[in-house]
């Protein structure tokens, strides 16, 4: 547990130091309060735009499809926006995560002073599931408070957290991708690739409706639902396959790495 | 009685796709020993280091360090290595980094910051509060040494210490490996005189194959010819010289220059051809300009291993 603790300090030190955390604390927080600040004035920002006769128009067609926008969709669009550019920022800075100490070459040095591979690998997982954790909490604190300040109406706090969790679930699940892909790639290219590839695969299943519901990409729109007070009766097992998930991808990554030679 | 190996190696072998990089080594290193490892570039010594610091895996074969055997991907808590371009944390001090190392290494607490600083006093770094980004290469060379050092460990691995360094730093690597008595040190280069300076045993491999290792005066007594040079003031004296003196003993003389010549023998150490070349110039009396006996040197002996 020492070594553990100790290489688990040096990895907080690192995203600290290089602004890793504080590249994606900003990347959320942007999406934070564009939020909740898009649902609540979209239809006065449009309206800045757009002739009063076409405005109107488009008043009469928004109330036939649902009306105005509400605090739901505070949340909604918050978390459309994190989903594609959180992740991908997400995935960005930690393409490099195991590749950088190989090419580097502190990986060996860090294996000479005993490290072992599976401490290498689940450090670096730890330490970017709590700096995530923190980045998706702190922002959707913001989210809830600022939709608050806007709407005057929020969704109960529970589901606010629960929802901000299963999310939190989907980052880790993109995480352990790009550690993988760090991992296995040659040079940051390749795993840059690869890990956007991965991405899109991902974004792109889950527009089919059905086969989405049994992948780890789905805990996004659980955790929209979540938020907004619904739960679907898969969410146990979805929760189970996005755990198993990031287990096989951070135990493959650690079978390759004790295969690799530095 | 037998002397105790710090590294052995039993028919190791790494093969890659397509060459053969380490052919079936048997090597041995007195524990002890300061080992010049050397060789030509792309000789196999980087690709042999690796495989004796379980960095790399062996085709075949196998090694023991201090005696025991040892296995690839498995941490040898007993060795340390310089890896030849070392790479540390830029965001790090040095004093850092070897605070890191310290605590992986185990260094009990209460001694993890006095080890920590002797060992930067021991490279000359204590005090630098620079990042190891803005490190030179020599200061990345002295801190790579450092935090192989950080464990104590038996058996370090110097993997081209001195190579990309300027004389000055080289010097001064040269001075801080020469002070490691009593921990066995393997470093690889091909900058043979600083090796003949503080080396007391050497390998030379080529082509993947040892093709010599032994104790310095045990290669040089095996290899070196004397090389006893005279220079005459004419032609004509060094020719009858050349001539009368290959009547009375079978030797290799060469021309350096027409006035100037080499004179060795396989048979035959310094001081019989001392009496020889100077029996004969008296014989002839004829005068010369100088005679002397050049001192052999391990760029010799490697040259005559691996030509």
């Given at each position: 547990?020492?070594?553990?603790?100790?290489?688990?300090?040096?990895?907080?030190?690192?995203?600290?130091?290089?602004?890793?955390?504080?590249?994606?604390?900003?990347?959320?927080?942007?999406?934070?309060?564009?939020?909740?600040?898009?649902?609540?004035?979209?239809?006065?920002?449009?309206?800045?735009?757009?002739?009063?006769?076409?405005?109107?128009?488009?008043?009469?067609?928004?109330?036939?499809?649902?009306?105005?926008?509400?605090?739901?969709?505070?949340?909604?669009?918050?978390?459309?926006?994190?989903?594609?550019?959180?992740?991908?920022?997400?995935?960005?800075?930690?393409?490099?995560?195991?590749?950088?100490?190989?090419?580097?070459?502190?990986?060996?040095?860090?294996?000479?002073?005993?490290?072992?591979?599976?401490?290498?690998?689940?450090?670096?997982?730890?330490?970017?599931?709590?700096?995530?954790?923190?980045?998706?909490?702190?922002?959707?604190?913001?989210?809830?408070?600022?939709?608050?300040?806007?709407?005057?109406?929020?969704?109960?706090?529970?589901?606010?957290?629960?929802?901000?969790?299963?999310?939190?679930?989907?980052?880790?699940?993109?995480?352990?991708?790009?550690?993988?892909?760090?991992?296995?790639?040659?040079?940051?290219?390749?795993?840059?690739?690869?890990?956007?590839?991965?991405?899109?695969?991902?974004?792109?299943?889950?527009?089919?409706?059905?086969?989405?519901?049994?992948?780890?990409?789905?805990?996004?729109?659980?955790?929209?639902?979540?938020?907004?007070?619904?739960?679907?009766?898969?969410?146990?097992?979805?929760?189970?396959?996005?755990?198993?998930?990031?287990?096989?991808?951070?135990?493959?990554?650690?079978?390759?790495?004790?295969?690799?030679?530095? | 009685?037998?002397?105790?190996?710090?590294?052995?190696?039993?028919?190791?072998?790494?093969?890659?796709?397509?060459?053969?990089?380490?052919?079936?080594?048997?090597?041995?290193?007195?524990?002890?020993?300061?080992?010049?490892?050397?060789?030509?570039?792309?000789?196999?010594?980087?690709?042999?280091?690796?495989?004796?610091?379980?960095?790399?895996?062996?085709?075949?074969?196998?090694?023991?360090?201090?005696?025991?055997?040892?296995?690839?991907?498995?941490?040898?808590?007993?060795?340390?290595?310089?890896?030849?371009?070392?790479?540390?944390?830029?965001?790090?001090?040095?004093?850092?980094?070897?605070?890191?190392?310290?605590?992986?290494?185990?260094?009990?607490?209460?001694?993890?910051?006095?080890?920590?600083?002797?060992?930067?006093?021991?490279?000359?770094?204590?005090?630098?509060?620079?990042?190891?980004?803005?490190?030179?290469?020599?200061?990345?060379?002295?801190?790579?040494?450092?935090?192989?050092?950080?464990?104590?460990?038996?058996?370090?691995?110097?993997?081209?210490?001195?190579?990309?360094?300027?004389?000055?730093?080289?010097?001064?690597?040269?001075?801080?490996?020469?002070?490691?008595?009593?921990?066995?040190?393997?470093?690889?280069?091909?900058?043979?005189?600083?090796?003949?300076?503080?080396?007391?045993?050497?390998?030379?491999?080529?082509?993947?194959?040892?093709?010599?290792?032994?104790?310095?005066?045990?290669?040089?007594?095996?290899?070196?010819?004397?090389?006893?040079?005279?220079e005459f003031y004419n032609?004509?004296d060094?020719?009858?010289?050349?001539?009368?003196?290959?009547?009375?003993?079978?030797?290799?003389?060469?021309?350096?220059?027409?006035?100037?010549?080499?004179?060795?023998?396989?048979?035959?150490?310094?001081?019989?051809?001392?009496?020889?070349?100077?029996?004969?110039i008296?014989?002839l009396a004829i005068p010369f300009k100088s005679f002397?006996?050049?001192?052999?040197?391990?760029?010799?002996?490697?040259?005559?291993?691996?030509?």
């Amino acid at each position: 547990m020492g070594t553990f603790l100790t290489f688990a300090g040096k990895e907080f030190t690192e995203i600290m130091r290089t602004k890793r955390l504080l590249v994606l604390f900003i990347v959320f927080m942007i999406f934070a309060f564009t939020g909740p600040m898009l649902a609540r004035y979209l239809m006065e920002f449009i309206g800045l735009l757009m002739p009063a006769e076409e405005m109107a128009v488009m008043m009469d067609m928004m109330g036939e499809i649902g009306g105005e926008t509400t605090f739901h969709d505070s949340y909604a669009l918050y978390y459309e926006f994190v989903t594609q550019m959180g992740i991908f920022a997400t995935m960005l800075m930690f393409m490099g995560i195991v590749l950088d100490e190989k090419r580097r070459g502190t990986a060996s040095l860090m294996m000479m002073k005993g490290v072992k591979h599976s401490t290498f690998v689940l450090a670096k997982f730890a330490v970017v599931a709590i700096a995530m954790f923190v980045v998706v909490v702190a922002s959707s604190l913001v989210v809830h408070f600022y939709t608050y300040i806007l709407f005057e109406e929020v969704v109960p706090f529970a589901d606010m957290l629960f929802g901000s969790l299963a999310f939190w679930l989907f980052v880790l699940f993109f995480a352990s991708i790009s550690i993988f892909f760090s991992t296995v790639a040659k040079t940051i290219v390749m795993s840059a690739v690869s890990s956007i590839v991965t991405f899109f695969v991902f974004y792109i299943i889950g527009l089919i409706s059905g086969l989405n519901d049994y992948l780890p990409s789905v805990m996004y729109p659980r955790a929209v639902e979540l938020t907004l007070g619904h739960q679907s009766d898969l969410l146990i097992w979805n929760i189970l396959i996005t755990i198993a998930a990031i287990t096989v991808l951070l135990g493959s990554s650690i079978h390759i790495l004790k295969k690799k030679e530095l | 009685m037998s002397q105790k190996m710090a590294v052995e190696t039993f028919g190791l072998t790494k093969r890659f796709k397509t060459a053969l990089a380490v052919d079936s080594i048997n090597l041995q290193v007195p524990a002890g020993a300061i080992c010049g490892f050397l060789g030509k570039n792309g000789a196999g010594k980087t690709t042999t280091i690796k495989m004796l610091t379980g960095l790399k895996r062996p085709t075949s074969g196998e090694f023991a360090i201090m005696g025991k055997k040892e296995q690839f991907g498995k941490g040898i808590g007993t060795v340390g290595y310089l890896p030849d371009v070392p790479g540390f944390y830029g965001y790090m001090t040095g004093f850092e980094f070897l605070m890191l190392c310290a605590k992986l290494a185990k260094v009990p607490d209460n001694q993890q910051k006095s080890h920590v600083e002797g060992l930067l006093k021991q490279v000359g770094l204590f005090g630098v509060k620079t990042k190891t980004s803005g490190y030179s290469r020599g200061m990345r060379q002295r801190l790579g040494i450092a935090q192989a050092l950080i464990n104590n460990p038996s058996v370090v691995f110097l993997d081209e210490p001195i190579s990309a360094l300027d004389p000055m730093g080289r010097r001064d690597v040269m001075e801080i490996i020469g002070e490691l008595k009593g921990t066995t040190v393997v470093f690889s280069t091909h900058i043979l005189s600083d090796v003949e300076n503080i080396c007391d045993y050497i390998i030379i491999i080529e082509k993947g194959k040892i093709m010599e290792q032994d104790t310095l005066e045990g290669l040089k007594a095996r290899y070196l010819i004397s090389d006893t040079q005279i220079e005459f003031y004419n032609d004509k004296d060094c020719a009858d010289f050349i001539t009368r003196v290959q009547q009375k003993a079978d030797m290799d003389i060469a021309k350096l220059d027409p006035m100037r010549i080499s004179v060795k023998s396989q048979k035959m150490d310094d001081v019989e051809i001392s009496k020889l070349v100077s029996t004969t110039i008296a014989d002839l009396a004829i005068p010369f300009k100088s005679f002397g006996v050049q001192a052999p040197t391990l760029d010799d002996i490697f040259y005559e291993v691996t030509k």
